[in-house]
């Protein structure tokens, strides 16, 4: 399984950016998939998750800005950033959580991308 993540960029305070989170690769099931993220300096903390029934789930900070939502024909999960603030700098990550076989979880990790929010 792979996750190839884009839409990272620069951009001013108050801006929008969407992250995708492209998934490749057999698997047998996946239970949730979403994005987290590092700032310089602090640990990685989850940003935004939704199940494979649905069930979304966000960090406070986010709350009210953040939209995730799938495509499940595309195996893409996406990540909708309004009214940035400087503090949501950091790279984020594309994270799923699934099963190789009905006894063996796994976690996968895509690469980061950069997300900068000028002030």
């Known amino acids: 399984v792979q996750l190839q993540a884009s839409g990272g960029g620069l951009v001013q305070a108050g801006g929008s950016l969407r992250l995708s989170c492209a998934r490749s690769g057999t698997i047998f099931k996946i239970n949730a998939m979403g994005w987290y993220r590092q700032a310089p300096g602090k640990q990685r903390e989850l940003v935004a998750a939704i199940t494979s029934g649905g069930s979304t789930n966000y960090a406070d900070s986010v709350k009210g800005r953040f939209t995730i939502s799938r495509d499940n024909a595309k195996n893409t999960v996406y990540l909708q950033m309004n009214s940035l603030k400087p503090e949501d700098t950091a790279v984020y990550y594309c994270?799923?959580?699934?099963?190789?076989?009905?006894?063996?979880?796994?976690?996968?990790w895509g690469q980061g991308t950069q997300v900068t929010v000028s002030s």
């Open positions: 994270h799923a959580e699934g099963y190789i076989d009905p006894w063996s979880a796994r976690d996968y």
